[in-house]
């Protein structure tokens, strides 16, 4: 089989765009997701049975039920609640919460990971659990938490080609929209294979450097 790639040239610039909006979906996804995730793993390990209990349940149902499901939910359930969002909207909020059901068990098992030590050293001062997390246990956990989370990220990439099934313009949808117009499928979505690939590796390695840098400091 001969390729040529002469007939998506003129529609590089267009996947390259594309790839953007796949970054900045990805960045925003795992910002808001790391966060949730945060609150949800504390919540896991909290004292309070309640809030773990509400806590496993969320992770469970969110690692349990596909990315897709849950973006068809926010995108075409919640129009039937009275509630229409912009589809680059809800597909951050759906990407940030299946984020934040993986973050939260890493999160869990950061601060697991810290020794019990270290707790005990907290109630000696008299730290409230708030306090003891925040100034404690989490700037230790980070550590244990960031090739992980680093991982994250790089999936979150890979995952965010479903939003083009809500017609956002990444670079999934784009690579579609080039192969509509070309009738290059194999060179259009070879192209887009790159395109990921290099995005997922360049990200690869930018988290090994601040992880290093991280465990030098």
Do not use: C
């Not at 246990?137 to 080609?161: C, D, W, Y």
Request: aromatic residues 10%.
């Amino acid at each position: 089989m001969n390729l040529d790639f002469s007939a998506i040239t003129p529609y590089l610039h267009m996947l390259l765009t594309g790839a953007k909006v796949t970054l900045q979906a990805s960045l925003l996804a795992v910002f808001f997701g790391s966060v949730f995730g945060t609150l949800v793993g504390a919540m896991r390990v909290s004292p309070i049975a309640p809030l773990r209990s509400v806590a496993a349940a969320y992770i469970y149902t969110i690692r349990g039920t596909p990315l897709l499901i849950q973006l068809f939910l926010i995108y075409f359930g919640l129009p039937s609640l009275g509630l229409n969002l912009p589809a680059f909207a809800a597909g951050i909020i759906g990407l940030s919460i299946n984020s934040s059901g993986y973050v939260g068990e890493i999160v869990r098992g950061g601060i697991e990971a810290v020794p019990k030590g270290q707790w005990e050293a907290s109630k000696v001062l008299g730290l409230s659990y708030i306090k003891t997390m925040r100034f404690i246990i989490l700037p230790q956990a980070i550590r244990n938490m960031l090739p992980a989370i680093g991982n994250e990220f790089v999936t979150l990439i890979k995952e965010s080609s479903l939003l083009s099934t809500l017609a956002i313009t990444e670079l999934t949808m784009v690579g579609q929209q080039v192969r509509s117009v070309t009738y290059a499928s194999f060179e259009t979505f070879i192209a887009v294979g790159i395109i990921y690939l290099v995005m997922t590796s360049s990200t690869s390695l930018l988290l090994q450097y601040v992880e290093k840098k991280w465990q030098v400091g």
